[in-house]
């Protein structure tokens, strides 16, 4: 058992918590019960850390017996080291270290559905975490990044996501690369404009397509605009101009989804999810 915050192997963990780590490494730092368990879902740990002390949950228990079945490495650590690894209050006792998951745009291909979503130079993790989440739930196919944007494998990120990194694809583009592959995959771009002429539930999408979203500051640029086989706005009655980023892209999948007869389907989300 590790006891002492300043092992080599609990600093190499603590230091995933930063971007640079990250990408050098291609591994991500977990933490909590459910994103755990997602990952493991998807195979994706590369080992667990466990303060036996913390432990309190018997699906957690079951988690690390299945995945030490499974020839995960285990590293138990004390409560203290776990607290100092932590950084949400009230740690659960549970985390891991995970692989980065990215799919290559060249090898995308676009599948019956609603389609993609691509994400200009976002720059705030937690939009992007919600936002790979609302993917999920309406069954998109994932997330396209393109060009500057925030790392989906960001803490604030992995926790808005709350384990959908897991269960969607994710893809990093120039913005030339995302054009070229819409061309040759014949697929539509749907962008948002408070500028738009058309709402955005007066428009037949024909799907799947890519919806193209802005960053949070400068939006979508003139030229991604008239790239655009559909340019929609969404009304704004009150004072403000504008609607959060992951706001505005969850009420465009939502109209998607249900254009697609979907909005009867599956759970509610009232429903609490399959433990």
Same mark, same amino acid.
């Given at each position: 058992?590790?006891?002492?915050?300043?092992?080599?192997?609990?600093?190499?963990?603590?230091?995933?918590?930063?971007?640079?780590?990250?990408?050098?490494?291609?591994?991500?730092?977990?933490?909590?019960?459910?994103?755990?368990?997602?990952?493991?879902?998807?195979?994706?740990?590369?080992?667990?850390?466990?303060?036996?002390?913390?432990?309190?949950?018997?699906?957690?228990?079951?988690? !690390?017996?299945?995945?030490? +079945? =499974? $020839? %995960?490495? /285990? #590293?138990?650590?004390? *409560?203290?080291?776990?607290?100092?690894? &932590? @950084?949400?209050?009230?740690?659960?006792?549970?985390?891991?270290?995970?692989?980065?998951?990215?799919?290559?745009?060249?090898?995308?291909?676009?599948?019956?559905?609603?389609?993609?979503?691509?994400?200009?130079?976002?720059?705030?993790?937690?939009?992007?975490?919600?936002?790979?989440?609302? !993917?999920?739930?309406?069954? +998109? =196919? $994932? %997330?396209? /990044? #393109?060009?500057?944007? *925030?790392?989906?494998?960001?803490?604030? &990120? @992995?926790?808005?996501?709350?384990?959908?990194?897991?269960?969607?694809?994710?893809?990093?583009?120039?913005?030339?690369?995302?054009?070229?592959?819409?061309?040759?995959?014949?697929?539509?771009?749907?962008?948002?404009?408070?500028?738009?002429?058309?709402?955005?539930?007066?428009?037949?999408?024909?799907?799947?397509?890519?919806?193209?979203?802005?960053?949070?500051?400068?939006?979508?640029?003139?030229?991604?605009?008239?790239?655009?086989?559909?340019?929609?706005?969404?009304?704004?009655?009150?004072?403000?101009?504008?609607?959060?980023?992951?706001?505005?892209?969850?009420?465009?999948?939502?109209?998607?989804?249900?254009?697609?007869?979907?909005?009867?389907?599956?759970?509610?989300?009232?429903?609490?999810?399959?433990?």
């Amino acid at each position: 058992m590790i006891t002492s915050t300043s092992n080599p192997t609990i600093k190499a963990m603590r230091a995933l918590y930063q971007r640079k780590a990250r990408a050098a490494s291609g591994l991500c730092l977990l933490e909590g019960i459910r994103l755990v368990g997602e990952a493991a879902r998807s195979g994706c740990i590369e080992r667990l850390v466990v303060a036996p002390e913390l432990l309190r949950s018997p699906f957690a228990d079951e988690l !690390v017996r299945s995945q030490a +079945a =499974a $020839g %995960v490495p /285990l #590293v138990q650590v004390s *409560a203290a080291v776990f607290s100092h690894l &932590a @950084l949400k209050d009230g740690p659960q006792g549970l985390a891991a270290v995970a692989h980065q998951v990215w799919s290559p745009l060249e090898e995308v291909v676009l599948a019956p559905g609603i389609g993609w979503v691509a994400l200009v130079a976002p720059a705030d993790p937690g939009n992007v975490g919600t936002i790979i989440r609302t !993917v999920e739930a309406v069954g +998109a =196919a $994932g %997330v396209i /990044l #393109v060009g500057a944007a *925030a790392d989906p494998y960001d803490p604030v &990120a @992995l926790r808005a996501a709350m384990g959908a990194t897991f269960a969607v694809r994710l893809v990093q583009a120039t913005w030339p690369a995302l054009q070229a592959w819409c061309a040759v995959r014949g697929a539509p771009l749907v962008g948002t404009s408070d500028q738009a002429a058309s709402h955005f539930q007066q428009v037949a999408y024909a799907q799947p397509l890519v919806l193209l979203m802005g960053s949070e500051r400068q939006g979508l640029t003139d030229e991604q605009q008239a790239c655009c086989q559909h340019l929609v706005r969404m009304p704004m009655l009150g004072r403000g101009d504008s609607l959060n980023l992951a706001v505005a892209t969850g009420v465009m999948l939502y109209e998607l989804l249900r254009q697609r007869g979907g909005a009867r389907e599956g759970r509610t989300s009232e429903t609490p999810p399959a433990p």
